[in-house]
């Protein structure tokens, strides 16, 4: 009885990753960019389309960064992590379903609703992240951690599938032109967002608040003593603190590339058919490359699966420079959904054994950090180099440098004596 119940908690965790997937298919990598360049920028030039979406996505991530230990405090003391995650995702879930109203010409509105709705899925991904170590054991981690991504990418695919339809073939949905169909794809994310929460909010338990010795009774003022806290004692946590120094260097280049490719597609001449394809492929490549990184960790180690995972993507960088036709696009995309969803999921959970589990949603919060400052530096970047250069090839050519050395420091990490000093030997 008590195995069942277990698995019917995390596979109500997992499906979290399968609800919010769908805004990072459709709203964040797919059809969103290629509608903001071509449809909302309009009067724009291409590379001041590319750019001005690469400064949206660093506005959003600024934002979040900024708030998420706070937050993540505040969680931990109050013991709230799945009412702060009902809230942000309720955000990201209005928000989204607002875009709808983006009409041609409207970059501003798009840039502000993208912004609040990425807003929201951040905010919520460092409550149901912090989740993770409460719902898995030591043992199971990185493969629950793997199936989340994996039913994500089937979740996400399955949605931006139907969505290619609206787009490709509005007339069969009776919807009068692909813009609609564009348009009502937002606000079907929208919809299979909020749907698919509810499993996580029904069958898995808030995790018992655990207030440390001294602690005040005042939530904020109890906040800010768990950050001084924390600041303190990740010195402590030195193999923790070298983790996310890594994760933050090469998180940089694999969240810029989610974000930019499509975008940086349509600066280039490739055809709306072959981008959103393309993606399409990532996402269904990504659910058994997925799962197989959470094998393939159980036979070498987490850390050595995140350092292949970066080696492909080095050579993704690389390549992204030489696309000219729609070939290159699908080659890359194809060497993207080998690895991205693995890479990103065994970060997660092996930095679910390197924290203390009684104050996770505090730590994931500076997991975010390290991911949401990745958000900012990547696409500015990637912007700059744009208007500096007037195209946007050698942007992509440099996250090579977040690549190789995020995973020079990931060498330096020593995971069993990090999961000792955090005291989750028997997690």
């Not at 010409?105 to 951040?122: C, E, V």
């Not at 951690?145 to 949605?159: F, I, P, Q, R, V």
């Not at 054994?353 to 958000?375: N, T």
Request: proline share 3%; net charge positive; with cysteine.
């Amino acid at each position: 009885m008590r195995a069942a119940k277990s698995k019917k908690t995390i596979l109500s965790w997992c499906m979290y990753d399968w609800a919010n997937s769908a805004f990072a298919t459709t709203i964040m990598a797919a059809v969103l960019p290629v509608f903001y360049s071509s449809v909302a920028a309009v009067g724009l030039t291409k590379t001041q389309a590319t750019s001005y979406w690469g400064y949206t996505n660093t506005i959003g991530m600024l934002i979040i960064a900024v708030s998420a230990p706070i937050l993540g405090a505040i969680a931990d003391h109050s013991g709230t992590r799945k009412r702060f995650l009902g809230a942000f995702a309720s955000v990201g879930i209005v928000f989204t379903g607002l875009m709808v109203l983006i009409s041609t010409g409207d970059w501003l509105m798009a840039s502000i609703l993208f912004i609040m709705a990425r807003l929201g899925f951040a905010g919520a991904n460092i409550f149901y992240d912090s989740l993770l170590p409460h719902v898995a054991g030591r043992d199971k981690i990185d493969q629950v951690s793997t199936m989340g991504y994996a039913l994500g990418y089937l979740g996400g695919g399955l949605l931006l599938l139907i969505n290619l339809a609206m787009i490709s073939r509005p007339s069969f949905f009776h919807i009068p032109d692909s813009r609609w169909g564009a348009r009502l794809s937002f606000l079907s994310v929208a919809i299979w967002w909020g749907v698919f929460s509810i499993p996580i909010f029904k069958n898995v338990k808030e995790p018992k608040a655990v207030p440390f010795t001294g602690e005040s009774k005042n939530r904020l003022r109890a906040c800010f003593q768990r950050l001084r806290k924390t600041f303190h004692e990740v010195r402590r946590y030195k193999e923790t603190f070298k983790f996310l120094i890594a994760f933050w260097i090469y998180n940089d280049g694999i969240g810029t590339i989610i974000i930019m490719a499509v975008i940086f597609g349509t600066e280039i001449g490739i055809a709306h058919g072959h981008l959103i394809g393309a993606i399409l492929a990532v996402q269904f490549i990504g659910v058994p490359f997925s799962i197989l990184f959470g094998k393939l960790a159980k036979l070498v180690g987490a850390k050595l699966s995140i350092l292949a995972g970066l080696v492909v993507y080095t050579g993704i960088s690389i390549g992204g420079y030489f696309i000219y036709d729609p070939l290159h696009f699908w080659i890359l995309a194809i060497l993207v959904g080998l690895v991205q969803g693995g890479t990103q999921a065994l970060s997660r959970s092996l930095y679910g054994r390197l924290i203390p589990g009684d104050r996770s949603a505090e730590f994931f919060g500076f997991y975010d950090v390290s991911s949401k400052f990745s958000g900012i530096i990547g696409p500015m970047l990637f912007g700059i180099v744009g208007q500096i250069t007037g195209s946007s090839r050698l942007g992509i050519i440099a996250m090579v440098i977040f690549f190789i050395g995020g995973g020079v420091v990931l060498t330096f990490v020593n995971e069993e004596k990090g999961v000792i000093m955090a005291g989750n030997q028997e997690l």
